[in-house]
């Protein structure tokens, strides 16, 4: 598989149901989001909250409750309130996680907590809980507890978002095991944009931006090592991302992003030269009318079936025209409204 079509991957899958042919229920801004991550920091934000909220904005309002099957080994339910996850189970033949998601009065997200069930047949071999809570104001407080019993006050990991007066992080200071604190400072420009980032490790990154407020450039230094890496980013007429160049100590990435008449990513091209060796890799996608990937550049072919909303229910996956994997999904509509994956 394509080194960074690999990377790209460990961006889309979750741990527990990653296979090879993750681009199920992918569309050309999703592909090119994840792509970006693969070469920018995440800022001053929370990764935890950034993920939650994601998941969130991929189902549509008016939705109480979506079960995901894939064949035969995996099975997923997802409840809704309001517009928000407010629990998920997961079942596997080796293991369960049921996952509940807690929210204030003010919208946002209070706390979380997972408990996963690792199971032989009928035989249990182990539970564990995972808590994290988090406590908003000038400092945002966010808190992680893992494997520990529900009411237990330890904490593993915490983090401390300190926020100036519009709400932009100042200061991140990370708290994680044996005591190992780890401070990041961030400094911003007239249009609240992180132009400086001081990293822990001495490190120093600085921001550039388009006239339209796209990144341009990022520089980081490390006077300690005596170490410059540049990462530019290059755009069209449209403000669409086409190129981006990294040049690290030893390696120098040059990826290369090309559109269809539609604005989707069809594919790109990347150049790799660690010192040793140049690597060339070429990838490509094609979409279907919904905007969905319906093929991707490992010969995997994806085919979906819709309900009357417009949300898939059916997917099918194929390599060489043989299925190797179906997914389905069930949704449950508010005012009792159900739509159904009628196979």
């Not at 819709?306 to 949300?311: I, R």
Request: aromatic share 12%; with cysteine.
């Amino acid at each position: 598989m394509h080194r960074l079509l690999l990377a790209i991957l460990a961006v889309f899958c979750t741990a527990s149901i990653c296979t090879a042919q993750e681009f199920t229920d992918t569309k050309s801004n999703d592909l090119i989001k994840k792509i970006k991550t693969r070469f920018v920091r995440e800022g001053g934000r929370s990764p935890f909250l950034s993920k939650y909220h994601e998941a969130n904005a991929k189902f549509k309002k008016g939705i109480k409750k979506v079960r995901i099957k894939r064949d035969e080994y995996y099975e997923k339910e997802i409840l809704l309130e309001k517009g928000y996850i407010i629990s998920q189970t997961e079942s596997s033949p080796f293991e369960k996680t049921i996952e509940t998601f807690n929210i204030d009065l003010d919208g946002k997200l209070s706390r979380t907590s997972k408990r996963t069930t690792r199971v032989n047949g009928e035989k249990v071999l182990k539970e564990e809980t995972d808590i994290t809570s988090f406590a908003y104001g000038d400092t945002l407080h966010e808190l992680h507890n893992f494997h520990a019993n529900p009411t237990s006050a330890r904490c593993d990991f915490n983090f401390a978002y300190v926020q100036d007066s519009t709400g932009l992080t100042t200061k991140k200071i990370a708290n994680t095991y044996v005591d190992r604190l780890d401070t990041t400072y961030y400094e911003y420009d007239a249009y609240q944009r992180i132009k400086k980032e001081i990293l822990g490790n001495k490190a120093i990154l600085f921001y550039d931006y388009t006239p339209a407020g796209e990144i341009s450039s990022i520089k980081r230094e490390n006077q300690e090592q005596d170490d410059v890496h540049l990462t530019t980013f290059s755009y069209d007429q449209k403000n669409r991302l086409v190129g981006i160049s990294q040049q690290e100590t030893l390696t120098h990435t040059e990826l290369r992003l090309r559109y269809d008449d539609k604005g989707r990513l069809v594919g790109f091209t990347c150049k790799t030269n660690d010192g040793e060796e140049v690597l060339n890799e070429e990838c490509y996608f094609e979409y279907d009318e919904k905007g969905y990937i319906i093929k991707d550049c490992n010969g995997f072919t994806y085919n979906y079936k819709y309900d009357k909303k417009g949300n898939w229910i059916k997917c099918d996956i194929a390599k060489n025209g043989k299925r190797v994997e179906r997914i389905t999904r069930q949704f449950t509509y508010e005012k009792n409204e159900t739509e159904e994956n009628r196979l």
